[in-house]
């Protein structure tokens, strides 16, 4: 699926009319030394910074104490100095006409409509796109954005996995190229560069994984054992609550240690919704409540351990314990994960195929009504969901739209083999085509359709 | 000689070397000095500029949380944004509790090291192992962190903890389930990044203790050992503080080293095994995907706390520091 080019978007100086970045305002001084790099990259020509081609995709694994500083992604830019000029480009163009001077690439593409095999999806001009959002993504985002890259030399992406409420911050807040966020915002979205578009670019699953001596899989459990189990109130794995659920299962009696997430994160909101939706007044009356959050509600039962890999680390050391993770994780660590109970009363594993099955009952999806947890069908495993991708409606500098729109339908549909490798379920294809015209949604400063 | 020296020689009786003079006008009439001077006064402005700047954004944006909580901020309560409680003082605790271990591990083997390093070692052995100590210094605490979870964590689980629970005495500190993760685990992390402060400055101070108090104590038939307890520490006494109120004031503000091996549980620990939570830690926690407003200021309140717990300790020590070198100056 492809999106043919309407306008034609005209190349621009990589340095060309410049804007200072949106800081944010507790870090002026950041602000000042972006904007010296900027003068400082931009005080050559436009032809000498052509010399520096785009590296290939630059991902920046962001280091917990990154994600801590709200500055986080304004730092991701500058790690890239060379380039870090190009994507103010994009928040520049309001400020001036496009600059015609070299409008011949992109603008070749627009007469001749940009599908990604054709030759000016090669030719693109050289940007340096910047995102940052959710840590769970980040694997696939990594390996597409390479792959992108390979299939297009010009555009580079730097992402910053940095947490999905930072993606959304930074979005609404117009930082950024575009975000990612395991929980889209509510419709209306909006930010202050206007209506937001909210993409789903993929689809994964939270998996229960252990580690009980003796058990070695084949392990059931329901929304009230977990819950009880997070709660503190299930302490060993023999507990008559878990042995009802696998009889005829020998339970050995270590002690259960509860890890969850320490930092906020998707699939902890995910387990927290399927837990109020499944273990009733036992979960909502704690201090959970009623509202699934980022933040593990239950912060003191077990232990508590940073990102997917923190979790997956402690898991694998330590007898006795389950932890929730993002399903690729799992898989890449060969991890047990727990059959857990779904709507239908079935008990089902995680895999890329009951994943799948949850993705495909999801209908009408939008910023609204994006929840796919606890889904019906006897195959569908419970805990799933769509990540999506933020982006402005209406793009300010035309160049910059126009790939940002070709890139995420790349990644929503020939993209989607790289998820599948990594151990995510590619979209269905109803989820696919709404992907596709919502970014057919996407407009030029001037309000005209960036696609047809 | 030096012009420098020239400088601070008594007026000359004698007639200075032909040129001497002229040399040292040319010398102060150049514009080098009043730029130095700018350059010395933009420096401080700028200083002071960014610590007024840091002090007042960190109390304007946690102003909310106090308005809100005002000083019950400081303690109580199950962290849980949605119902605005902040336990602030479970972290407290955590912070206290952890740089207590590291304190205890690392000034005994920091000061140790310095002694042997300066007094005891023949200099083949002193000079590689002072480089390995800076080394340890300037490894990222990142990695430290990374190396706590991934190798020191299973060990501790599997080997160390079980071991301390059948230590008699000290038993009772490491009751509960050996976990890995742990205030003791942060601790000893702490400690392994404070080592190389208190190493280096106590060598420091060691080495300065004037020959002559060593001489002196040898000379009344001291063994080495003596002359170290009665002449070198006592000597450097002033230094080795110094050194392990800067150490202090690493561990208390140390946040991603030790958010990856303390747990992070939010809850007051019961022994050196439960897993806990630092105010460095929980802020690193929370901050990422804090939402604005209350949420956030809540964060950046945990920030001052520390901010001023690492302030007090630190004038505290400079108090101690200035009461001590007074005593000192008195002393004959």
Same mark, same amino acid.
């Given at each position: 699926m492809h999106l043919p080019v309407v306008t034609g978007p005209s190349r621009r100086g990589?340095?060309?009319p410049r804007h200072h970045r949106r800081v944010r305002g507790s870090v002026p001084v950041l602000g000042l030394a972006l904007a010296a790099l900027l003068v400082a990259s931009c005080s050559s020509t436009p032809a000498a910074s052509k010399k520096n081609p785009p590296k290939a995709t630059t991902t920046t694994v962001t280091t917990p104490s990154a994600t801590s500083t709200t500055a986080a992604a304004p730092a991701a830019t500058t790690t890239t100095a060379a380039h870090a000029a190009t994507p103010t480009t994009a928040n520049a163009a309001t400020a001036a006409? #496009? #600059?015609?001077?070299?409008?011949t690439l992109a603008s070749a593409c627009s007469t001749t409509g940009g599908a990604l095999s054709a030759t000016c999806d090669t030719q693109s001009p050289s940007l340096q796109l910047t995102g940052a959002g959710a840590n769970s993504i980040q694997p696939f985002f990594a390996r597409a954005f390479y792959y992108f890259n390979q299939a297009d030399h010009g555009v580079s992406v730097n992402y910053s996995p940095a947490g999905s409420s930072v993606g959304v911050s930074d979005i609404e807040q117009n930082t950024v190229q575009f975000g990612d966020s395991e929980i889209p915002i509510k419709t209306p979205a909006s930010g202050t560069g206007g209506n937001i578009l909210q993409i789903p670019v993929d689809l994964g699953g939270v998996a229960l994984s252990y580690d009980v001596p003796g058990l070695s899989g084949g392990l059931k459990l329901d929304g009230p054992t977990l819950a009880g189990i997070f709660l503190g109130k299930i302490t060993t794995w023999n507990d008559p609550a878990i042995a009802a659920l696998n009889p005829g299962t020998s339970l050995p009696s270590t002690k259960i240690v509860a890890v969850h997430r320490a930092d906020s994160s998707g699939p902890g909101y995910d387990l927290d919704q399927y837990l109020i939706d499944t273990a009733g007044t036992a979960w909502t009356s704690s201090a959970a409540g009623s509202t699934p959050s980022?933040?593990?509600?239950? !912060? @003191?039962v077990g232990v508590g351990e940073q990102l997917n890999t923190g979790v997956a680390s402690f898991i694998q050391q330590t007898q006795g314990a389950i932890g929730y993770v993002e399903y690729a994780y799992a898989l890449q660590a060969s991890f047990t994960n727990a059959a857990i109970e779904n709507q239908a009363g079935a008990f089902v594993t995680p895999s890329q195929t009951s994943i799948a099955d949850a993705g495909a009952q999801? +209908? @009408?999806?939008s910023g609204s009504n994006f929840n796919i947890i606890?889904?019906?069908? +006897?195959? !569908?495993?419970p805990l799933a969901n769509f990540s999506w991708t933020l982006l402005y $409606?209406? $793009?300010? @500098?035309t160049t910059l739209g126009v790939v940002l729109g070709k890139l995420f339908d790349w990644v929503t549909t020939t993209g989607q083999d790289q998820a599948k490798a990594l151990g995510y379920s590619p979209l269905p294809a109803n989820v696919v085509t709404l992907a596709h015209q919502t970014l057919l949604q996407l407009e030029s400063s001037s309000g005209k359709a960036l696609f047809s | 000689m030096t012009s420098t020296l020239l400088e601070e020689v008594p007026p000359p009786r004698l007639t200075p070397v032909a040129g001497v003079n002229e040399a040292l006008q040319r010398r102060r009439a150049r514009p080098g000095g009043r730029v130095y001077a700018a350059l010395r006064w933009a420096g401080a402005t700028i200083f002071a500029a960014v610590v007024v700047g840091l002090v007042v954004s960190l109390l304007t944006s946690s102003s909310q949380a106090f308005a809100h909580s005002g000083i019950g901020f400081f303690w109580s309560g199950t962290y849980s944004p949605s119902k605005d409680q902040y336990p602030t003082g479970v972290f407290i605790v955590g912070t206290l509790v952890t740089t207590a271990v590291a304190v205890a591990l690392a000034v005994p083997i920091g000061i140790a090291t310095a002694a042997f390093l300066s007094e005891v070692a023949p200099r083949w052995i002193a000079t590689p192992l002072s480089i390995a100590v800076d080394l340890i210094a300037a490894v990222p605490s990142i990695v430290v962190g990374l190396w706590g979870l991934l190798v020191l964590s299973p060990a501790f689980a599997h080997h160390v903890e079980p071991f301390l629970k059948t230590v008699p005495v000290v038993e009772w500190l490491f009751h509960g389930t050996a976990l890995g993760p742990s205030m003791l685990l942060a601790g000893v992390v702490l400690a392994v990044m404070i080592l190389p402060t208190i190493v280096a400055l106590s060598r420091a101070a060691t080495a300065s203790v004037d020959v002559a108090d060593r001489e002196a104590a040898r000379a009344l038939g001291g063994t080495r050992w003596q002359v170290i307890r009665t002449a070198v520490v006592p000597g450097a006494r002033t230094g080795i503080e110094a050194a392990v109120f800067l150490a202090i004031g690493r561990a208390m503000g140390e946040t991603i080293a030790v958010a990856m091996v303390i747990g992070n549980s939010y809850t007051i620990p019961h022994s050196l095994l439960s897993p806990g939570s630092t105010l460095g830690s929980a802020i690193i926690n929370n901050f990422g995907e804090a939402n604005p407003g209350l949420d956030r200021a809540s964060v950046m309140g945990l920030v001052v706390v520390l901010l001023v717990i690492t302030a007090l300790v630190n004038v505290g020590g400079q108090l101690l520091l200035r009461s001590r070198t007074r005593t000192a100056g008195t002393r004959p």
């Open positions: 990589a340095c060309g006409p #496009a #600059a015609h001077t070299a409008a980022t933040k593990w509600p239950i !912060t @003191n999801a +209908s @009408n999806l606890d889904g019906p069908g +006897s195959a !569908t495993y $409606q209406k $793009q300010s @500098n | -």
